[in-house]
Every structure is written in C-alpha cells, then in structure tokens.
C-alpha cells in the first residue's frame, strides 16, 4: 500500500519555505497532493485559480506531487480522497499553538487522520506569504523568498493594488 499524504494550504503564493516542506514530504511519502484552499477566511491576494497554477509551476519537476483545490475541510477532503496523513509546516513556535490547536480539532473530526508536522530548513523558518507580500507592496526584493514565477506574478499584483488603492485615494481627496 502506498504511503500518501495531503500538505493543505492557501499558498497566497508559495514561498521557498513552502517547497521546501514539500519536498521534505516527498521524501517520506510515495505521493503528496498539495490541496491548495479555494475559499479560505484569510483574505487572499491572488484568486484560486492563480494561486493554484502558481503551485503547478513551482513544484514542476518534483516527482510524487498532484495540485488539486478543495472546499471545505481538510479532513473531509483526505477522507474523499482516501487519505490518512496531512502534512502542516510548523516554521516558529508561535505557529505551533494554532497548529495543535487545528491538528487535535480535525483528530476529533476525524479520528483515523493523523498531522504530521514538518519543520522548513532555518534558512526558510521565518518566511511567510503575508510577510512576503508586505515586501512585495514595498517594493523590495523577493528573489530571496519565492520561485521566480512567482515573484514576477506577485510584483504585477502588487503593482495593480498600489495602483487601485492611488486611484481610491485620489477620488476620496476630491
């Protein structure tokens, strides 16, 4: 029986600390679906559809991996799936109470589904995509942080938002 796992996410976008998990993952397991969140509480910066592609170019080339979006919970989408295993990248101790907290929450959901917890390696542990975004609107640079496909993706949307919010500003002074 093949070993396979889920690494749920928004991935608004993924960053190097996120592949770095991944291929962490894919090194324990035959199989790792990286279930990226269609509708997510978190106000995302790029749509469904963007973030999920931006994932399909990122892990390109690393063997073992499926892209697919899911509503919903992550434990109803293992259970669809037939999955026992997901995977949560834990990269600071603050990150750790909330992580517990969601990993005994979808134990008592569903009991029979087990989180493994991975850390990044420390050249990526204090990478964020909420973190690189506010980078991003500052103009700086993201080399350091994501895939190149996704920082060309990210400088575009974060130059339409400055120019949304200056075309806002402007009508609100008049």
Known sequence: MSKIAIYPGTFDPITFGHLDII??????????????????S???????QQREALVKKA??????????GFDGLVVEFARKNKVRVIIRGIRMISDFEYEFQMALTNRKIAPKIETIFLMPHPNYSYISSRLVKEVALLGGNLKEFLPKECV???????????????????????
């Open 23 to 40: 291929k962490r993952a894919v090194a324990i397991f035959d199989k790792v679906t990286i279930a990226v969140v269609k509708e997510s």
């Open 42 to 48: 978190k106000q995302a910066f790029f749509s469904y």
């Open 59 to 68: 892990v390109k080339g690393i063997g073992g991996i499926k892209v697919e």
């Open 152 to 174: 060309d993706a990210l400088k575009k949307r974060a130059l339409e938002n400055k120019q949304v919010f200056h075309a806002h500003r402007s009508r609100a002074d008049k």
